[in-house]
C-alpha cells in the first residue's frame, strides 16, 4: 500500500525555521498538500500542490518537493503554529495522508 | 462565508447503522466534489470517501468499501454518509471536507461528528 513517512515530531526554537518532511519514493511526481491542525479543531490547509498558499495563510510558510521528499518549512516559527501537521496525496483514486508530525515551539 | 456542518453522529452498537449528514452553505455545492475524512481518537487523519459534483463518480478507503456509501443531494446542498455494519474502529471523529477538485486538496472543513462503536 501507499505511505507516507513523516517524522513523529519536530522541535523548533521559537523564531527559527522548522522543516517537516514527508517521504515516499518518487512523490516528487506527486502534488502534494499540507494541513495544520490544533487541538480541538479541523484541519486546515497551509500548503496546496507543493508550493502554493492559501489566502490567509502567512508567508512564513512554504513547500517544496521533489525526488522522495516533500517538505513544508515554517520560517519564524511561533507559538501559535504549534500543531500537528499532515501531508496528503493521490493515489489510485484513494487520498493517503502522512501519519502526521506534532510541531513544538520551544 | 463557506460553512459546513456536520450532523448524525453518535454512540451505536456493533453490528449497527448511522448516517452522517454535511450541509453546506456560501458556495455554489454541485461545483464542487466533497469528501469524508475520520480521525480516531488521538490519532492521525484517514480519508474516507470521495463524491464528484454531479454524484455520479465515486471513491472508498479499502476498509469501508461494501459497508458506507456516500451520497448528495444538490437540491438540498446536503452531503451523506450511509455507515452499515460498523466496528469497533470505526470510532472516529467524522470531517466532510470540500474538494478542491475531485484528486484535490481539502478545503475547508466542517467541525466534525463523533462516532463512537460500542456495546
Known amino acids: 500500500s501507499y505511505e507516507l513517512t513523516q517524522p513523529l515530531s519536530v522541535s523548533v526554537a521559537l523564531g527559527q525555521t522548522a522543516r517537516i518532511t514527508c517521504g515516499r519514493i518518487n512523490i516528487g511526481y506527486k502534488n502534494v498538500h499540507w494541513y495544520q491542525q490544533k487541538p480541538g479543531q479541523a484541519p486546515v490547509v497551509v500548503i496546496y500542490r507543493d508550493r502554493y498558499r492559501p489566502s490567509g495563510i502567512p508567508e512564513r510558510f512554504s513547500g517544496s518537493n521533489s525526488g522522495n521528499t516533500a517538505t513544508l518549512t515554517i520560517s519564524w516559527a511561533q507559538a501559535g503554529d504549534e500543531a500537528d501537521y499532515y501531508c496528503?496525496?493521490?493515489?489510485?483514486?484513494?487520498?493517503?495522508f502522512g501519519g502526521g508530525t506534532k510541531l513544538t515551539v520551544l | 462565508e463557506v460553512q459546513l456542518v456536520e450532523s448524525g453522529g453518535g454512540l451505536v452498537q456493533p453490528g449497527g447503522s448511522l448516517r452522517l449528514s454535511c450541509t453546506v452553505s456560501?458556495?455554489?455545492?454541485?461545483?464542487?466534489?466533497m469528501n469524508w475524512v475520520r480521525q480516531a481518537p488521538g490519532k492521525g487523519l484517514e480519508w474516507v470517501s470521495v463524491i464528484s459534483g454531479s454524484g455520479n463518480i465515486t471513491y472508498y478507503e479499502e476498509s469501508v468499501k461494501g459497508r458506507f456509501s456516500i451520497s448528495r443531494d444538490n437540491s438540498k446542498n446536503t452531503l451523506h454518509l450511509q455507515m452499515n455494519g460498523l466496528r469497533a474502529d470505526d470510532t472516529a471523529v467524522y470531517y466532510c471536507?470540500?474538494?478542491?477538485?475531485?484528486?484535490?486538496?481539502?478545503?475547508?472543513w466542517g467541525q466534525g461528528t463523533l462516532v463512537t462503536v460500542s456495546s
Open positions: 456560501g458556495f455554489t455545492f454541485s461545483n464542487y466534489a
Open positions: 471536507a470540500m474538494g478542491s477538485s475531485l484528486f484535490g486538496y481539502f478545503d475547508p
Open positions: 496528503q496525496v493521490w493515489d489510485s483514486s484513494t487520498v493517503v
